[in-house]
């Protein structure tokens, strides 16, 4: 069995696209794993790509055997009192970084399950060695991302890399193939490994944007077992809902373009000094 992990965002949509369009094999299935806490652009986009790759032959399956926003919420309950997000963590000044627990909790281990379903195999049968090839959307650019399977009867396989394609290449062949078709990038609401210019997309969604803050506030001293520290959603170390996010335009300033536009235009019908005879 053929299996695509479908993160939804750039480089797997790719894949998934570029099967649909008989550039690479058909996968026999695509599975997405839900974490119950993706943003709304995210949903809306699987939908639609759901219905391309169904159009095409290559069905797709979302399995959520967690929501890790209520996994959150509730911690304290869960896994020894500590979180399964990589969460900021401030001791005494010192910044640290939680444990990354929910790739496999929330991505790997549903998928897995689900294979072994369509297999119609129980969860701890014995499969033979490669008895699946999954496909991981990781494009040349992050390879060092690249890694061996946990489990022996699952062989990771990238085309991407195969095919030499970095994430520029993928975002130039959906331009190309699909009308300008832009993604957004896949991830949790309040998910740790945010950038700004992510954290302002979120904060551009008022109830994603509440919603984060209400966790944020949550896991603050929430963990039994983390004594002495406080976590956070933000790299800053500091609560959310006081984390500076407007634009420099948000805050009255007009954008870099505009001066270097300016600058065109000055240079332009200014008479020269000198002119060469």
Same mark, same amino acid.
């Given at each position: 069995m053929k299996v695509l992990s479908l993160g939804a965002g750039v480089q797997s949509t790719t894949l998934l696209l570029m099967a649909c369009k008989g550039e690479i094999e058909k996968p026999d299935v695509a599975i997405f794993a839900d974490t119950g806490w993706e943003s709304k652009k995210t949903y809306k986009h699987l939908a639609w790509l759901k219905g391309e790759a169904e159009r095409n032959g290559i069905p797709v399956v979302t399995v959520n055997e967690r929501n890790i926003r209520d996994d959150s919420l509730n911690a304290t309950e869960l896994n020894g009192g500590f979180y399964f997000m990589p969460l900021h963590l401030d001791k005494s000044g010192v910044h640290l970084m939680g444990k990354r627990q929910c790739?496999?909790?929330?991505?790997?281990?549903?998928?897995?399950?689900?294979?072994?379903?369509? %297999?119609?195999? +129980?969860?701890?049968? !014995? %499969?033979?060695?490669?008895?699946?090839?999954?496909?991981?959307?990781?494009?040349?650019?992050?390879?060092?991302?690249?890694? %061996? +399977? #946990? +489990?022996?009867?699952?062989?990771?396989?990238? #085309?991407?890399?195969?095919?030499?394609?970095?994430?520029?290449?993928?975002?130039?062949?959906?331009?190309?193939?699909?009308?300008?078709?832009?993604?957004?990038?896949?991830?949790?609401?309040?998910?740790?490994?945010h950038d700004t210019t992510t954290w302002q997309e979120i904060y551009a969604e008022p109830d994603e944007w509440a919603d984060a803050i209400l966790v944020d506030e949550a896991i603050r001293h929430g963990s039994k077992k983390a004594v002495g520290y406080s976590q956070y959603l933000h790299r800053?170390?500091?609560?959310?809902?006081?984390?500076?996010?407007?634009?420099?335009?948000?805050?009255?300033?007009? #954008?870099?373009?505009?001066?270097?536009?300016? !600058?065109?235009?000055?240079?332009?019908?200014?008479k020269p000094l000198w002119v060469p005879s």
């Open positions: 790739t496999d909790r929330y991505k790997l281990r549903p998928i897995f399950h689900k294979i072994r379903e369509l %297999l119609d195999v +129980s969860r701890k049968a !014995r %499969l033979p060695k490669d008895s699946v090839e999954m496909w991981i959307g990781i494009s040349l650019d992050e390879c060092k991302r690249m890694s %061996l +399977s #946990p +489990s022996k009867w699952v062989g990771k396989r990238y #085309p991407l890399v195969e095919r030499m394609m970095s994430r520029n290449d993928c975002i130039k062949w959906l331009h190309e193939n699909y009308n300008g078709l832009s993604v957004a990038k896949s991830s949790c609401i309040g998910c740790p490994y800053l170390l500091i609560p959310l809902r006081d984390v500076d996010l407007r634009t420099p335009e948000d805050k009255g300033q007009l #954008p870099f373009d505009f001066y270097k536009q300016e !600058r065109i235009k000055l240079f332009a019908t200014t």
